[in-house]
């Protein structure tokens, strides 16, 4: 059901209705019927014969859809009660809908004339149809009162399209904002509901489609899924030798950080490469070695904080060897680390960038610009580092971040991690949505480094294997008996699980 869902900003929402109106032909009061009996069909098994509804409807064709679901409830032999906005402020749609529910006799009263509280009271659900797509500027006076009037009912809330009154784009509160217990997105999830900002106002969300053509939505982000993605992954010929699943080099450690390097390295054993290295400086090469007797481990020459300034050149003649090289983890953000990531660069192999190499590609973009792909895995503060935004702007508005950095580096693949990780290739935008505390700890991100390293041995599309690595990531922690206790290295010990699922 979530296989090629759309993710959109508001505008290009309200533009995918507008085509499917004009330019398809397809009736606004089509689309709205299907988007209500969407939304009946799934809240029926969230509500009692019994209950009694509370449909609240604004100004614009959000309050139709609240309209068109009353009626529907109604048919079906719910309760329901509607409140209206003013007369003078209803879209035509809106006035379509309204004569129907008259006609039927359901019973509605204008918000200025009823008193809400009361209504509030007496109902065991209340249907959110205030402001969908449409919101054009925060929210006060009547409308204000009201949302503020719902969150504090305790009733549970099903808000149409969007929680009233949160940005679509940013999930930013404009005022305030209804607090769902579900939403249900209309034809695509916006932005703004899997935000951190927004996603705590959305509650359980949903996705509804309206019969908007999907050959308008080809150009938009997607949502990434199991279902998704399953039939891409590769088949590994249990013919082929250890070569064939590729040979990859792990670039990074430091006498302080020796931890990072040893989990994206396990993390890369176990998610089906070939031949594995790493390239350490020599202070910590036991340390490697102990934790380890899978790994092949080669000694740089270090300085007291991690690789010395000269190790890049013992790097240079051994690169040829390696498919895949993966550069960044405990490190540390030092001249030496340049040099390296240069270097590491300057080689024929993928080459995926984490961590402290992060900072250095931001210093020097164009290193990035070369032939063989590059696949980066920054978090909000690394993405900052490498783009020279914000945090601000890149939180507020992510998917704009991502993909300005991927029309600039056309072969670099980015994985944008937070609480929905967008990972962009070109002009394509995948994005996976699946928060999980157990993932807010240290070392998730170099064990998701070592799998999208060692993936990329085996799978060769940068871009698959980046959205792999994501999805199999967020799978293994799903496997989290609980949250708190869980730690990156029981993500490795649940790959072997999660595998099974697409690899037989
Ligand atoms: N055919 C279609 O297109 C389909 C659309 N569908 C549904 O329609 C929704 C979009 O409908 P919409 O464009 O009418 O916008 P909507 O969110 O209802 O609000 C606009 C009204 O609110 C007003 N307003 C805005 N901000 C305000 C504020 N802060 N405080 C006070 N007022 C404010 C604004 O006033 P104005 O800015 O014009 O002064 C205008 O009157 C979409 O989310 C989906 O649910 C589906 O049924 C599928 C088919
Ligand atoms: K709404």
Known sequence: MWNSIPICTSEQARLADQKAICDY????????????????????????????????CG???????????????SERGFFVKIVLPDSNQMSSDEKVQLHIVQKLAIEACPLSACSLE????????IVDAIFGSGLSRAIHGQWYETIAAINASGRPVFSIDIPSGLDGNTGIAQGIAVKAAHTFALDCVKWGEISPEGAPYCGMLHRVPIGIPSVLHEKEAKWLSKSSLCQKIPKRSPFQHKGAFGRALMIGGSPQMPGAVSMASSACFHSGIGLLSVFVPDSI??????????????????????????AYQQ????????????????????????????????????????????ASAGQHPFWLDREAPVILTPHIKEMSDLTGLSMQEIKTRPYKAVTSFCAAHPNC?????????????RNQLSVLFSPNSALSKGGSGDVLAGIVTGLSGWIKDPFLAAQFGVLVHSMAAKQAANPVSFTALDLIQNLDFVFEQFIK
């Not at 209500?36 to 449909?55: F, W």
């Not at 100004?59 to 409830?73: E, F, H, T, V, Y």
């Not at 690169?319 to 300057?346: E, H, W």
């Open 59 to 73: 100004p614009g064709n959000n309050g139709a859809d609240g309209l068109a679901i009353a009626r529907l409830l």
């Open 315 to 358: 790097l240079q003649p051994i690169l040829s060897r390696f498919d895949v090289l993966c550069i960044g983890n405990g490190m540390g953000k030092s001249p030496s680390t340049d040099a390296l990531l240069q270097t590491a660069l300057s080689s024929d192999a993928t080459v995926v960038i984490d961590a402290d190499a992060i």
């Open 118 to 125: 009361p209504l509030l009271h007496s109902c065991d659900y």
């Open 413 to 425: 693949v980015l994985v944008l991690k937070s609480c929905a990780t967008i990972i962009g290739y």
């Open 25 to 56: 032909g397809i009736p606004s009061l089509v689309l709205m019927e299907r988007a209500a009996l969407g939304c009946v069909e799934r809240m029926q098994s969230h509500i009692h014969p019994n209950d009694t509804g509370l449909i609240v």
């Open 285 to 310: 090469q036991t340390i490697l070695q102990t934790r380890s007797s899978l790994i092949m481990t080669i000694g740089a020459e270090a300085s007291k904080d991690g690789f010395s300034l000269t």
